[in-house]
């Protein structure tokens, strides 16, 4: 399937996916349902989950689960499909102390991550397009309708004046690297992330925080970007225990998920 018809498809069917898939207030949702909601947002690549596995649409296929019992390091170490959906995002232009040990997205699959945006560097150099932010040029994966989201993103907030302080200059999108500190993949690796002015950042680790011990929570950035990003299928680093205010990643399966379970940050 083409880059552009991957491109389109990824923004119409998450479009569908949030109106659709399930009644608001939902208690809880199956791992079942997460699973479709996860193919729905990845309709380029994924074809369905079924057997244990996802099965991806060029006939590849990966298990969903590892079957190893992990405490939360472990599952942020070295997560699977499972592992990567088991905390609901909440979503909205509310800001929200996290819980211990919270943090809904940062625990991936870097397989599947791989999957979906390449396993080099250079497989996910070469599907990064321009996108205008602030009179700059940020390179971000067009795979997943990735950049068509950041560019949306872009429109929304260049409109309000007085964000501009906070958004630019952007600290970074694509950048092969793990996460500071750990063994897993970042999301700037494959090109689906951007850090905002790293000027108002606030990062648990500055905070003197420890994995799994962070005293104190704090955020500069006003809501109403958070809640731009968010509406586009970003998720946000200032939602986590191990919180990373500067950082927004392109998870369109979370945003879903949480909308379908009834989740707000706004409760
Ligand atoms: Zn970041």
Same mark, same amino acid.
């Given at each position: /399937?083409s880059?552009?018809?991957?491109?389109?498809?990824?923004?119409?069917t998450?479009?569908?996916?949030?109106?659709?898939?399930?009644?608001a207030?939902?208690?809880?949702l199956?791992?079942?349902q997460k699973?479709?909601?996860?193919?729905?947002?990845?309709?380029?690549?994924?074809?369905?989950?079924e057997? =244990?596995?996802?099965?991806?649409?060029? =006939?590849?296929? /990966?298990?969903?689960?590892d079957?190893?019992?992990k405490?939360?390091?472990?599952k942020?170490?070295n997560?699977?499909i499972?592992?990567?959906?088991?905390?609901?995002?909440p979503a909205g232009?509310?800001?929200r102390k996290?819980?211990?040990n919270?943090?809904?997205?940062?625990i991936?699959?870097?397989?599947l991550?791989?999957?979906?945006y *390449?396993?080099?560097? *250079?497989?996910?150099?070469?599907?990064?397009?321009?996108?205008?932010?602030?009179?700059k040029?940020?390179r971000?994966?067009?795979?997943? *309708?990735?950049?068509?989201? +950041?560019?949306?993103? &872009?429109?929304? +907030?260049?409109?309000?004046?007085?964000?501009?302080a906070f958004?630019?200059?952007?600290?970074g999108?694509?950048?092969?690297?793990?996460?500071?500190g750990?063994?897993?993949?970042?999301?700037?690796?494959? =090109?689906?992330?951007i850090?905002?002015?790293?000027k &108002?950042a606030?990062?648990?680790?500055w905070?003197g925080?420890?994995?799994?011990?962070?005293?104190? &929570?704090?955020n500069?950035?006003?809501?109403?970007?958070?809640?731009?990003?968010?509406r586009?299928?970003?998720?946000?680093g200032?939602?986590?225990?191990?919180?990373?205010? /500067?950082?927004?990643?392109?998870r369109?399966?979370?945003?879903a998920i949480?909308?379908a379970? =009834?989740?707000?940050?706004?409760?």
């Amino acid at each position: /399937m083409s880059r552009s018809i991957e491109r389109a498809l990824a923004s119409l069917t998450f479009a569908v996916s949030l109106a659709v898939a399930f009644p608001a207030g939902a208690a809880e949702l199956t791992f079942a349902q997460k699973l479709d909601l996860l193919v729905a947002a990845y309709p380029g690549s994924l074809a369905k989950a079924e057997g =244990g596995r996802i099965h991806f649409r060029d =006939g590849d296929s /990966m298990p969903l689960d590892d079957g190893k019992a992990k405490d939360h390091a472990e599952k942020l170490a070295n997560g699977d499909i499972e592992d990567s959906l088991s905390q609901i995002y909440p979503a909205g232009p509310c800001e929200r102390k996290p819980d211990v040990n919270f943090d809904p997205g940062r625990i991936r699959s870097d397989a599947l991550m791989m999957r979906l945006y *390449g396993k080099s560097a *250079g497989v996910v150099e070469a599907s990064l397009v321009p996108v205008q932010w602030f009179g700059k040029t940020l390179r971000v994966t067009s795979r997943q *309708g990735a950049a068509a989201a +950041l560019e949306k993103v &872009y429109a929304e +907030l260049q409109a309000i004046p007085e964000l501009k302080a906070f958004l630019s200059p952007s600290a970074g999108t694509f950048n092969w690297r793990k996460v500071s500190g750990a063994s897993n993949m970042s999301v700037h690796s494959f =090109g689906a992330a951007i850090d905002i002015n790293t000027k &108002y950042a606030d990062y648990w680790v500055w905070s003197g925080g420890k994995p799994g011990r962070v005293a104190k &929570y704090s955020n500069k950035y006003p809501m109403k970007i958070v809640d731009a990003f968010e509406r586009h299928g970003f998720i946000w680093g200032g939602r986590w225990y191990h919180y990373d205010t /500067m950082h927004f990643e392109y998870r369109p399966e979370l945003i879903a998920i949480g909308k379908a379970a =009834g989740v707000s940050a706004c409760r």
